[in-house]
């Protein structure tokens, strides 16, 4: 859906640009002109906003980042590769600042060591969920333990199962449609591509979206996956998740509380077949 608004977006500009053209009789200005006018017009809008709030209102950033886009855009493919590792490895990086804010110790040099090994098809000493369960736990040493309350969450929940439009699935998600989609839904294999807004029951934000983002279905947590598998593409939804199909009694520490009923607002735009 993100991207059929993109086109119709560029589809209108360019009529615009067309009509401007055919209107002032303007011979010099060709159709590939407009449509890289329209094209650009259409990015910039979109992009602009980011650049200027990730790195401020100048000229050099505008370089840089044009720079950038050139290198992507005249890309030798046998060096896709390198670039790949560039943006995935600014995400990893990302990963690791947290983490060592958190007081664990990460040695970058060994952590690539072990990730090319790996990636060539190595075999390390955890299997994928100890590593992550063993993440988790050293993250959870160094964070103050959180719990509310269950009896306070299940009123909240009940409060809210009160509502009307908000119904409730026989393991206990409440889902409510604030505008319904059209097409298929998703199912257990596919992917989705969704804008979301998550919150705890008194309303605090502990993550949202400003790009859209794709997941597995199956690989969320249950009350999630749930709700994703009664949405279509194109709506918005509202899924009021009980701790028991979120994290948990024991949340995930420094960010959820444990017991915490979560609040999920829900913008499916596209979903994206196992078949694909």
Known sequence: MHCQRVVMAWLLTLCVCIQVVGRDNDTS?????STDIALATVWASYLRPYLVRDYGDDSVTIDRY?????KSLTLDKSREPYYRGVLEGFQLGRRVTQMKQLGLEIDSIALLDSLSDMLRGSKGPFTPEEADRYLSAMIASRQPVDTLSQVEQQKWLDRQFKREGVVKTQDGLLFETLRQGEGVYPTMGDKV???YTARLSDGTVFDSTDEPVTFDV???VPGFTE???MMKPGGR???FIPASLGYGEN???GAIPGNAALDFTVDLLEV?????
């Open 227 to 229: 709700g994703l598998l």
């Open 218 to 220: 199956e690989h969320l």
């Open 29 to 33: 200005v060709s159709a590939k002109d």
């Open 272 to 276: 994206i077949p196992s078949a694909q």
């Open 193 to 195: 591509r969704i804008l």
């Open 66 to 70: 044009i720079d950038g886009m050139k």
């Open 251 to 253: 949340g995930i520490p």
């Open 237 to 239: 939804y509202r899924l």
